[in-house]
């Protein structure tokens, strides 16, 4: 009897797992408003289902539809107007009596996010801070006119603030937050803002800086020929 009762647990326990088997896998990385291929290998199965999608908010939007089949591989796209919250989606589905899951990442440039990205962007950061640092240090210590001057602090600010909108578009790729995606775009707008206010007050500070030097030349000339 204990032999037949553990025999059933055995057998019971591989029902199971053959039912409730799940594959965990990820369909990629795409930007808002792309269409998305939900894509799982045949393996012999005779249909294959979607259960759910959900957005990155828990909120399902696609419910119990019919994959199709293509060759080996059972297919189902998710159309560009379904695709406009930032984040990570989850797919879950059966084919056969397999259950699976899924999910794919959405974000404003479509890349997938890595250490080796995130190094190289560390290292522009960097760069362009050191610069930022050397230019303000340079409005502070150098001697010259005051346009001269002035241009150090511009260009100072200038590279600081891109390094802070590299930041801003890096932690909107890689951290897909809405609420930090709406603030860094507030920066990056800002940004773009002081950009163009920066590069006009330069052209129109050299531009009377030369005018008064070309004035001043002409005066001297006339000094110099009425003079003698």
């Known amino acids: 009897m204990k032999k037949q009762l553990i025999f059933l647990m055995l057998a019971f326990t591989l029902i199971l797992f053959s ?7 990820t369909f990629g990385t795409f930007k808002p408003n792309q269409n998305v291929s939900i894509v799982q290998l045949g393996n012999g199965f005779t249909s294959c289902n979607i259960t759910s999608v959900a957005y990155p908010n828990g909120t399902t939007f696609v419910q119990d ?37 899924g ?5 404003p440039q479509g890349i997938v996010p890595s250490e080796q990205r995130t190094q190289s962007t560390t290292r522009a950061i960097y760069f ?22 002035l241009t150090f602090l511009v260009f100072s600010v200038i590279f600081m603030v891109a390094a ?3 930041i801003s578009i890096t932690l909107t790729d890689e951290v897909v937050n809405p609420a930090l995606e709406s603030f860094f775009d507030g920066i990056t707008a800002i940004s773009f803002i002081f950009y163009w206010f920066a590069a006009g007050l330069l052209i129109i500070m050299w531009f009377f800086t030369m005018l008064n030097t070309w004035i001043f030349k002409k005066n001297m000339e006339n000094i110099n020929r009425f003079g003698g």
């Open 128 to 149: 362009l801070f050191g610069i930022g640092i050397l230019l303000f240090i340079g409005f502070l210590f150098v001697s010259g006119s005051a346009p001269i001057k």
């Open 19 to 25: 039912v409730v088997n799940i594959n965990a896998t």
């Open 164 to 166: 802070l909108n590299i």
């Open 65 to 101: 539809v019919i994959m199709t089949k293509r060759g080996d591989e059972y297919n189902y796209t998710l159309d560009s107007s379904d695709i406009v919250t930032d984040g990570i989606y989850v797919v879950r589905g059966i084919c056969g009596s397999v259950v699976w899951a």
């Open 103 to 107: 999910d794919f990442e959405v974000n």
